[in-house]
Nanobody
Framework: QVHLVESGGGLVQAGGSLRLSCAAS????????MGWFRQAPGKEREFVAG????????YYADSVKGRFTISRDNAKNTLYLQMNSLKPEDTAVYYC????????????WGQGTQVTVSS
């Protein structure tokens, strides 16, 4: 069992920055991969970024590459998403998720945090 809680969302102007955090509890944090997803109103949920259990491997959607950075602190059981050069199209509810490695599907999800970028 893994429990995930996101924080750090809010309202920011275009071009600004935000850092999202995801606090994990339950299973040993350093034993599984993590990811960030987002869902905008009227759209399907989409992958944003992923990171391996050690933090050595990272993956990004083309839409955020070069602007967002995913990282993790296994000592603090926390996942981060640094978002720079934000655009109005980044507006969405952002979710963190845990992949325990059984399949390519993510197994546990947080409740989400709203990010709104004004133009």
């Amino acid at each position: 069992q893994v429990h995930l809680v996101e924080s750090g969302g809010g309202l920011v102007q275009a071009g600004g920055s935000l850092r999202l955090s995801c606090a994990a509890s339950g299973r040993t944090f350093s034993s599984y991969a993590m990811g960030w997803f987002r869902q905008a109103p009227g759209k399907e949920r989409e992958f944003v970024a992923g990171i391996g259990w050690s933090g050595g491997s990272t993956y990004y959607a083309d839409s955020v590459k070069g602007r967002f950075t995913i990282s993790r602190d296994n000592a603090k059981n926390t996942l981060y998403l640094q978002m720079n050069s934000l655009k109005p199209e980044d507006t969405a509810v952002y979710y963190c998720a845990a992949n325990l490695g059984v399949s390519r599907e993510y197994d546990y999800w947080g409740q989400g945090t709203q990010v709104t970028v004004s133009s």
